[in-house]
Structure formats: structure tokens, C-alpha cells
């Protein structure tokens, strides 16, 4: 029964957000929360974090991306998004150039639900040396099982 009636979460930039919710994946939480973050050029790393992690986020469903940017998200003016411990989320995509932003959290998620997979975006090819589930996948493998 885990994972029925679950929910696709996306963090990614405009272009990859937009085409998933056009596809039909837009959804909000009974408390009005998105099940998606559209990443510009000055969101902050806490900000892609605290969505990732659930600590919450800037209200609204926009921020913009800045790498070199780490302020601290000011309380008053958090969203509780909680895509890592929202019971309707099942799966989150990532764009992997963002995922590389926040790798460490990324490799601190250790539960097989929500999944989170590293999706390429229009700006930035897909790189398998990057993915974090292939590498683990590869862990679990040896040459000869693969033959």
C-alpha cells in the first residue's frame, strides 16, 4: 500500500518545473502548500535545503537561485512545505544541477520513500557519474552480477 496515492514533488528551474505542471502534477496540501519549487538565479542554498528537507521555505512558490548566497531564511516569513515528511509526496525530482547545490542533503536522505531522482535540465545535460542513486545502485552490484 505505500505509495499509492502518492504525490510527485518537483525542484527545479522554470523550465522543468512548467513542463511537469502542465503535465498535470501541480497539487496543493490541505494547507494550500505546492508540491513544487520553481529555482531562479538568487535562491539561496538554505532556501533549496529547507524545501528539500522540510524546514520550509520563503512563502510562494518561486524563489530564485544564487550558489554564493547562505542567509538564513527569516522565521516570520516561512511556508512549511515539507516535501521530505509530507505523507502525500512519493517521489521528488530534482534538476541535477541543483541537486549538486545540495548534495549533502541529498546523500543524508536514506529512506526509500519519498525516492528522490535527478532529473537533467534544458540548460545542464544529464551526467551519471553525478547521480546519486546510480552510484548507490553501482555499490550494490559487482561487475559479474551485471553479466
Do not use: C
Not at 522565521?75 to 515528511?85: A, G, R, V
Not at 541543483?98 to 548534495?103: D, N
Amino acid at each position: 500500500m505505500a505509495g499509492r496515492g502518492k504525490l510527485i514533488a518537483v525542484i527545479g528551474d522554470e523550465d522543468t518545473v512548467t513542463g511537469f505542471l502542465l503535465g498535470g502534477i501541480g497539487e496543493l496540501n490541505k494547507n494550500r502548500h505546492p508540491n513544487f519549487l520553481v529555482v531562479e538565479k538568487d535562491t539561496t542554498i538554505n532556501e533549496i535545503e529547507d524545501t528539500f528537507r522540510s524546514l520550509g521555505s520563503v512563502s510562494g512558490s518561486v524563489a530564485e537561485a544564487n550558489p554564493s548566497q547562505h542567509d538564513p531564511p527569516l522565521w516570520d516569513e516561512i511556508d512549511s512545505w515539507q516535501f521530505l515528511n509530507r505523507d502525500d509526496i512519493g517521489i521528488i525530482l530534482i534538476n541535477q544541477y541543483i541537486a549538486e547545490m545540495v548534495r549533502h542533503a541529498l546523500d543524508a536522505h536514506q529512506h526509500s520513500i519519498p525516492a528522490v531522482l535527478e532529473i537533467p535540465s534544458k540548460e545542464h545535460p544529464y551526467d551519471a557519474a553525478k547521480d546519486s542513486i546510480l552510484r548507490r545502485a553501482r555499490g550494490m552490484f559487482t561487475a559479474e552480477d551485471l553479466r
